[in-house]
């Protein structure tokens, strides 16, 4: 039997489902690790996961989203607490989305029994065609199993500048951001919901005008989609940033929350590691950043 599509409820999300860039950023390896660097890399996502379990947030809107490969015991703890859980599905660190485990994703979220499966796609529509639709295939083979089980689509929507976009605005990143990229977007997700791939959650990259996220949200609930939710990710930007994104979102009907990671985690898991902070200050202070942008969410609602 399909289920419904969408989520309507407020969603916080604190990610930490990074892996390559984790990985190299905060400890200079290149995978594949020996046993003993995998268990300082999963003990670090402890700290992470202590902090979100400190976070005054309630319950049914906090979740977490973390890999299984280093977090299978925070995610099994997790599940047991009933807290919301979203395992990501995509190979790490590519530009053409393919499943971590293959063939056998669904096996392996079957066993992980997450709320959320989480595809993170890298899709520019006026990118490479045929890789375009080498991934949007894929895609649609796990939003349609998704659409079976009990578990939802999380997707995370990354539209990276083209050189030929980026040749439009004098290489302009920023430029790029506010000026191409929301126009990108809305047709990054009609092209993919018209090749079937239909997401529970959008997941996306921070917008500066509220009209850009009114037509993302248009473009999201089109045809059928009016209970899909939206979430703002935080692209391990500055704290000023990640505000002025969450607060520009949260005004706009469709935009349930967000998914901040690395402005919250990555300092004080640096700072945990360099044997600058206690776990216990590090948590907090990953939780204070962590309610803060659940603050400032709500204040823009």
């Not at 796609?121 to 079976?148: A, C, F, I």
């Not at 030929?164 to 990108?184: F, G, I, M, T």
Request: some cysteine.
């Amino acid at each position: 039997m399909m289920r419904m599509t969408g989520y309507t409820k407020k969603l916080a999300i604190l990610p930490f489902d990074h892996r390559a860039s984790y990985i190299s950023g905060l400890f200079g390896w290149k995978e594949p690790l020996n046993v003993e660097q995998a268990l300082k890399v999963a003990e670090s996502k402890r700290v992470i996961y202590e902090g979100f379990k400190k976070a005054r947030i309630p319950k049914e809107e906090a979740g977490i989203l973390v890999d299984e490969q280093y977090g299978v015991g925070i995610l099994r703890e997790a599940v047991q607490q009933g807290t919301i859980t979203a395992v990501p599905v995509e190979k790490s660190g590519q530009d053409e989305f393919d499943f971590v485990y293959g063939d056998d994703f669904a096996h392996h979220i079957e066993a992980m029994q997450p709320t959320f499966a989480k595809a993170l796609v890298r899709y520019n529509p006026e990118g490479d065609r045929m890789l375009n639709q080498r991934q949007t295939q894929r895609l649609k083979r796990l939003s349609d199993y998704l659409h079976q089980s009990q578990h939802l689509f999380l997707f995370e929507l990354l539209v990276p500048a083209e050189f030929h976009q980026l040749e439009l605005v004098d290489q302009n990143k920023d430029a790029y951001d506010s000026q191409l990229r929301p126009r990108l977007m809305v047709r990054a997700i009609e092209e993919l919901r018209q090749a079937g791939v239909e997401p529970d959650v959008w997941k996306i990259e921070g917008l500066n005008q509220r009209a850009d996220c009114e037509n993302i949200v248009e473009a999201a609930h089109r045809n059928g989609g009016q209970n899909v939710g939206l979430i703002v990710l935080g692209r391990g930007a500055s704290q000023e940033r990640v505000i002025h994104w969450l607060q520009t979102a949260a005004s706009v009907p469709g935009f349930i929350g967000f998914a901040v990671g690395r402005t919250s985690f990555w300092n004080a898991v640096a700072d945990f590691e360099a044997k600058r902070l206690s776990l216990d200050a590090a948590a907090t202070q990953i939780a204070q950043h962590f309610e803060e942008w659940n603050r400032c969410f709500e204040a823009g609602r």
